[in-house]
């Protein structure tokens, strides 16, 4: 069965503090994708990044980064240099060839920055 | 490039009242998909369409909802009678290719409270 989970319901870090938020996913199938939307407290949805299986190389996209295990099955998230507008709901999603018609989206992660 | 269009942003209606809302994918796109955000239950999916037909509805709660795409531009999901519990914020999203393999791009949600 396919599954994301994150742990951290809510994060609380201080501006200028790196923080990382966790996703470990579930599944049988060797293709699939993974993805991490923001939801700030306007409500959108914004799209950050799309991961294959097949390419297990870190990113970088200037104070983010992502880290792609699959030996444990995580696709971690890592913000450097916390700022005040980091602020959001993170939410880290699966889609595999069992069922390509649906994201399987984890609870999300509050992530609170304080100046 | 205008990004997925939702119309209206906010609807306040009665129970028993007829709700629809309207979503504008972006231009080229040809993955539609409708979800449901909740606190309790998170993201939803209730319909997916591919090239303007219904490929899996399997998350459209009952009878009472139901969505029409009757072109590559539009899409309409329709609550009839409309009810309490079904009040949450609905998202459209849409993407190029098929299924969820592709990045989806939400639009902005229609914020729905049902009195």
């Known amino acids: 069965a396919q599954k994301v989970t994150q742990a951290q319901t809510e994060i609380s870090v201080v501006e200028k503090e790196d923080v990382t938020l966790d996703c470990v996913y579930e599944?049988?199938?060797?293709?699939?994708?993974l993805f991490w939307y923001k939801q700030p407290p306007s409500g959108e949805l914004v799209f950050l990044i799309r991961?294959?299986?097949?390419?297990?190389q870190n990113e970088i996209s200037g104070r983010y980064s992502w880290n792609f295990q699959k030996s444990t099955s995580s696709f971690n998230f890592t913000i450097t240099a916390s700022q005040v507008v980091d602020s959001a709901v993170y939410f880290c999603?699966?889609?595999?060839?069992?069922?390509?018609?649906?994201?399987?989206f984890g609870s999300g992660t509050k992530l609170n920055v304080k100046p | 490039d205008a990004g997925v269009i939702q119309s209206p942003r906010h609807e306040v209606t009665e129970m028993g009242q007829e709700v629809t809302l309207r979503c504008k994918p972006i231009?080229?796109?040809?993955?539609l998909f409708w979800y449901r955000q909740t606190m309790m239950r998170g993201l939803e999916l209730l319909i997916y369409?591919?090239?303007?037909?219904?490929?899996?509805d399997s998350g459209m709660p009952e009878d009472r909802f139901s969505a029409k795409m009757p072109n590559a531009s539009f899409s309409t999901l329709k609550i009839q009678p409309s009810e309490p519990r079904d009040s949450a914020v609905y998202f459209c999203?849409?993407?190029?290719?098929?299924?969820?393999?592709?990045?989806?791009?939400f639009g902005p949600g229609t914020r729905l409270l049902v009195l």
């Open positions: 999203a849409s993407s190029s290719g098929q299924g969820a393999r592709e990045t989806q791009y």
């Open positions: 599944t049988r199938d060797t293709t699939y994708y």
């Open positions: 991961r294959n299986s097949f390419d297990e």
């Open positions: 999603a699966l889609s595999d060839s069992y069922n390509f018609n649906k994201f399987y």
């Open positions: 231009s080229g796109h040809n993955s």
């Open positions: 369409f591919n090239n303007n037909v219904p490929i899996d």
